[in-house]
């Protein structure tokens, strides 16, 4: 069936760069997508990949996709204490697209 | 436009109790959704909606039930609360764009003892 991991806890360093990463079942999404959730709100899109590019970047995050391993990573640059946050990795299950499914959700902490 | 608003913020209930949270969208979204959010489980779909007058169960129905009378209205109900429902509850919405974005409201937090 289809299935989102992604490790639950990262501590990073302020100034130093966080990469997230996540490992999907469905090779058939058109998307895939990285939600951020700040303490004590909902989540909220944070950026999303096509499923025919192997890398995109928009400001300090690069997303990075191996369709291959399907393998999808989120890297922070500079990483600042607004990031802290928990990540979620997502993918349409089976080409659908009426719903998604997200991963555990990555934690991460900064550390000063 | 205000998004995706749910109320109540918190709630108590006790065992058996019966509740409404109640879920709008003022985006003219045709998809809902509710899910449930468990410390390190990630979020769990309950039950969405794909058009007023259609609603399917997700991963987790069971103690849930739901309608969608209208585009902007998809008020989920609990009928028998019990302590396995004790979650943050997250509705969300998504209209017709490309990216399939799903847009969340801020949570209901319900303890159930």
């Known amino acids: 069936g289809e299935d989102v991991e992604q490790s639950l806890f990262l501590s990073v360093r302020e100034g130093d760069s966080s990469v997230i990463n996540c490992t999907y079942t469905d090779s058939s999404s058109t998307y895939l997508y990285w939600y951020k959730q700040e303490p004590g709100a909902g989540l909220q899109l944070l950026t999303y990949i096509f499923s025919n590019m192997d890398m995109k970047q928009d400001q300090r995050l690069t997303v990075l996709l191996n369709k291959k391993d399907k393998h999808l990573s989120l890297r922070i640059a500079d990483t600042q204490t607004g990031d802290s946050a928990i990540y979620f990795c997502a993918e349409p299950p089976g080409n659908r697209d009426d719903k998604i499914i997200f991963g555990k959700g990555t934690r991460l902490h900064i550390l000063p | 436009n205000a998004g995706v608003t749910q109320t109540p913020k918190f709630r108590i209930l006790k065992i058996g109790q019966s509740m409404t949270l109640q879920c709008t969208q003022d985006?003219?979204?045709?998809?809902m959704y509710w899910y449930r959010q468990d410390p390190g489980m990630g979020l769990k779909l309950i039950y969405y909606s794909v058009g007023a007058g259609i609603t399917d169960k997700g991963e987790v129905p069971n103690g849930y039930n739901v309608s969608r009378s209208t585009t902007e209205d998809f008020p989920l109900r609990l009928e028998l609360a019990a302590p396995s429902q004790t979650s943050v509850y997250f509705c969300a919405s998504r209209g017709a764009g490309s990216r399939n974005e799903q847009f969340f409201g801020p949570g209901t937090r319900l303890t159930v003892l």
């Open positions: 985006m003219n979204h045709n998809y």
